[in-house]
C-alpha cells in the first residue's frame, strides 16, 4: 500500500495542499481567499425590509448590502408558517411567514453579484464528505448518479439503520453523496457525527450571538484536509503556520480526534514546498509536455469539450525491437498520464492515444496497467477499452475547476489559440490594411507602428514590396518599432 504525506503550504491570501504518494506529488489543491465566496455560510439574518409585491424579503446579515430572501427559499417552519407545505400546495405569501425585525437562520446559496445582494435560504443543507444534512428534514434521498435501484435501496436501508428514530436522537434527513457507493458504515457513521455536531454548535451560537452574526462558515481547505483528504494511509499532516495548526488541532480535536496526532508543525528555515519540489511539479503540470524516464513524452491538450492526451517515443530506443519499445513506452505513460490527471485534476471525458500496438496482449497490459494506476484516484473514473481507431476513451468526474484554469488564463497575444500569426504574414495584413485606406483617405504619409520583428521584417525581406506600395498609392510610407505591441499587433497613423 501506497504512504502518503499531506503539505500543506498557508498564506493569508491562499492556501496549497499538496498530496504525495511514495515520494511523489500525486494531487494538488488550492483555494485563495479573495476567490472563497460565501455560499454555504449560515448566518442569524435579521428581516429589515418585507416586499409584498416581490415576494421576497431584505435580511441582514452583517455584509455591505442587505441578503435577499425569495419566498420559494422559505422552508415551512423557519417562519410563521407552520401548515401545509406539501410540494402540490401554494406557498403562502411572504408577509404571512416573516415580518420585520424578525431573527431568522439563513443560509446563502448564491453569492451577491454586481449590485445584488447574496441570495438566501432558510433551508439550511450542511455537507459532510459524504453527505448532505438537512436538520429541518427527516427523509434520506439518494444521488440520482447512484443509477443501480438495488445499490439505492440498500444504501438507503444502512442509512435508516444508522441514523436511527427520531424519537431516539436520531433527528435530521440525509442525502448520500456518489462518493457515499462504496462507504462503509463506520464511514458514514464518522459523517453523520460531525454533521449533527456541526448543527447543534449552530444551532448554540443561534441562540446567543445578535442578529447579522455568523453561525457557520463552510469548511477551508486545511479544515478540508482533514475531514476528506487524509486516510489511513496518511503518515503525516504537516503545515508551515503555527496559528493555522494550533486552529486545525482546536478543530481536529472537536470533530475529527483521530487525525490529530497526524498533525504537525514544519519549522524548517526553507519554504515547505521548495523543500519537497512542489513548485517545480506545479510548473511541470501547467506544461502541455511531460517527459518519460525512457525518452518518450506525453502531449496534453485541455480543450472545452474534452482533454486529449497523446504518446510519443520521442528518443526511447532502448529495446531489442519496435514493438518492445512502443509496448514499454505505453506502460510508462499509462502511470504518467493516471498521475497527471489527478495533479492537473482534468476531468470530464479524456481521450488517450497510445503508441499503436500490433499485439492484442500488449494492448491488454498496458489497459490493465492504467486502470490499475487510476484506481489509486479518489474521483471516480471510468475507462472503456481501445476503440477500432486505437483511442482508449475514459471519462474523470469533474470535482473542481482544473490547476490550469484556476492559475492561468488564455494568452491575451493568441487570444487562447497558442499560436500566433508569423511576422511576414502581419507583414501583408498592414499591406493590405494600407492600400485599403489610401483608397478611402489622403493623408500626406502613413505610418505603420508594429512590433519590433514586424518592422525589421518590413525594412528587410519585405522592403522591395513596402517601396513598391509607397509608389503605387503615392504617399510615403514611414515605419515605427513598439516594444509594448504583441506580435499580431499594429496601428496605421494617417499623418
Same mark, same amino acid.
Given at each position: 500500500m501506497a504512504s502518503q504525506d499531506i503539505l500543506i503550504n498557508w498564506a493569508p491570501q491562499e492556501t496549497r495542499v499538496a498530496i504525495i504518494e511514495n515520494g511523489a506529488v500525486q494531487e494538488l489543491h488550492i483555494e485563495r481567499t479573495l476567490e472563497r465566496g460565501l455560499v454555504g455560510n449560515v448566518y442569524l439574518g435579521k428581516v429589515v425590509r418585507v416586499l409584498p409585491g416581490m415576494q421576497s424579503a431584505f435580511i441582514d446579515i452583517g455584509l455591505e448590502r442587505a441578503a435577499f430572501l425569495h419566498v420559494a427559499d422559505l422552508h415551512p417552519h423557519s417562519?410563521?408558517?407552520?401548515?401545509?407545505?406539501?410540494?402540490?400546495?401554494?406557498?403562502?405569501?411572504?408577509?404571512?411567514?416573516?415580518?420585520?425585525?424578525?431573527?431568522?437562520?439563513?443560509?446563502?446559496?448564491?453569492?451577491?453579484?454586481?449590485?445584488?445582494?447574496?441570495? @438566501?435560504?432558510? %433551508?439550511?443543507?450542511?455537507?459532510?464528505?459524504? +453527505? !448532505?444534512?438537512? *436538520?429541518? /428534514?427527516?427523509?434520506? =434521498?439518494?444521488?440520482?448518479?447512484?443509477?443501480?435501484?438495488? @445499490?439505492?435501496? %440498500?444504501?438507503?436501508?444502512?442509512?435508516?439503520? +444508522? !441514523?436511527?428514530? *427520531?424519537? /431516539?436522537?436520531?433527528? =435530521?434527513?440525509f442525502i448520500l453523496r456518489t462518493n457515499a457507493e462504496e462507504a462503509t458504515d463506520a464511514e458514514l457513521a464518522d459523517d453523520i457525527a460531525y454533521l449533527r455536531k456541526t448543527w447543534g454548535l449552530i444551532r448554540e451560537r443561534s441562540h446567543s450571538r445578535p442578529a447579522g452574526s455568523l453561525l457557520h462558515q463552510d469548511l477551508s481547505l486545511a479544515e478540508r484536509v482533514l475531514r476528506d483528504l487524509s486516510t489511513e494511509l496518511t503518515q503525516a499532516i504537516r503545515i508551515d503556520s503555527k496559528m493555522q495548526h494550533d486552529a486545525l488541532r482546536a478543530f481536529g480535536d472537536i470533530y475529527m480526534p483521530g487525525t490529530v496526532a497526524k498533525l504537525e508543525h514544519y519549522k524548517g528555515e526553507r519554504p515547505i514546498f521548495d523543500l519537497f519540489g512542489i513548485e517545480e511539479e506545479i510548473e511541470r503540470a501547467l506544461a502541455r509536455r511531460v517527459d518519460l524516464k525512457s525518452g518518450g513524452y506525453v502531449i496534453f491538450d485541455q480543450t472545452e469539450a474534452l482533454t486529449t492526451v497523446d504518446v510519443n517515443t520521442g528518443g526511447f530506443v532502448g529495446a531489442r525491437?519496435?514493438?518492445?519499445?512502443?509496448?514499454?513506452?505505453?506502460?510508462?505513460?499509462?502511470?504518467?498520464?493516471?498521475?497527471?490527471?489527478?495533479?492537473?485534476?482534468?476531468?470530464?471525458?479524456?481521450?488517450?492515444?497510445?503508441?499503436?500496438?500490433?499485439?492484442?496482449?500488449?494492448?491488454?497490459?498496458?489497459?490493465?496497467?492504467?486502470?490499475?494506476?487510476?484506481?489509486?484516484?479518489?474521483?471516480?473514473?471510468?475507462?472503456?477499452?481501445?476503440?477500432?481507431?486505437?483511442?482508449?476513451?475514459?471519462?474523470?468526474?469533474?470535482?473542481?475547476?482544473?490547476?490550469?484554469?484556476?492559475?492561468?488564463?488564455?494568452?491575451?497575444?493568441?487570444?487562447?489559440?497558442?499560436?500566433?500569426?508569423?511576422?511576414?504574414?502581419?507583414?501583408?495584413?498592414?499591406?493590405?490594411?494600407?492600400?485599403?485606406?489610401?483608397?478611402?483617405?489622403?493623408?500626406?504619409?502613413?505610418?505603420?507602428?508594429?512590433?519590433?520583428?514586424?518592422?525589421?521584417?518590413?525594412?528587410?525581406?519585405?522592403?522591395?514590396?513596402?517601396?513598391?506600395?509607397?509608389?503605387?498609392?503615392?504617399?510615403?510610407?514611414?515605419?515605427?518599432?513598439?516594444?509594448?505591441?504583441?506580435?499580431?499587433?499594429?496601428?496605421?497613423?494617417?499623418?
Open positions: 417562519g410563521g408558517w407552520t401548515n401545509g407545505g406539501g410540494r402540490g400546495d401554494p406557498l403562502p405569501p411572504i408577509e404571512r411567514q416573516v415580518f420585520e425585525g424578525q431573527a431568522l437562520t439563513v443560509q446563502v446559496i448564491k453569492d451577491a453579484i454586481g449590485t445584488k445582494g447574496a441570495r @438566501l435560504s432558510t %433551508q439550511i443543507s450542511i455537507a459532510g464528505r459524504m +453527505l !448532505v444534512y438537512l *436538520p429541518q /428534514d427527516n427523509h434520506i =434521498g439518494i444521488s440520482q448518479k447512484i443509477g443501480s435501484p438495488d @445499490l439505492r435501496e %440498500q444504501l438507503r436501508s444502512r442509512m435508516q439503520a +444508522l !441514523v436511527g428514530k *427520531p424519537e /431516539d436522537g436520531g433527528g =435530521g434527513g525491437n519496435f514493438d518492445d519499445t512502443i509496448f514499454k513506452t505505453n506502460l510508462e505513460a499509462a502511470g504518467a498520464i493516471a498521475r497527471q490527471l489527478r495533479l492537473r485534476n482534468l476531468g470530464g471525458i479524456i481521450i488517450v492515444d497510445f503508441i499503436d500496438m500490433a499485439r492484442e496482449e500488449h494492448q491488454q497490459a498496458v489497459l490493465a496497467e492504467f486502470r490499475k494506476q487510476l484506481a489509486r484516484d479518489r474521483t471516480r473514473t471510468t475507462v472503456s477499452g481501445f476503440t477500432q481507431l486505437g483511442l482508449v476513451e475514459m471519462t474523470r468526474k469533474r470535482t473542481r475547476e482544473s490547476l490550469a484554469h484556476m492559475l492561468c488564463e488564455p494568452c491575451p497575444t493568441c487570444a487562447g489559440r497558442g499560436q500566433v500569426k508569423t511576422a511576414r504574414s502581419v507583414c501583408y495584413d498592414i499591406l493590405r490594411e494600407i492600400l485599403r485606406e489610401a483608397r478611402q483617405f489622403d493623408p500626406k504619409e502613413f505610418r505603420v507602428v508594429a512590433s519590433a520583428a514586424v518592422v525589421e521584417m518590413l525594412l528587410d525581406e519585405e522592403s522591395v514590396h513596402l517601396a513598391g506600395l509607397s509608389e503605387f498609392i503615392g504617399k510615403p510610407i514611414s515605419l515605427s518599432a513598439e516594444p509594448t505591441m504583441n506580435p499580431e499587433q499594429y496601428d496605421i497613423v494617417l499623418m
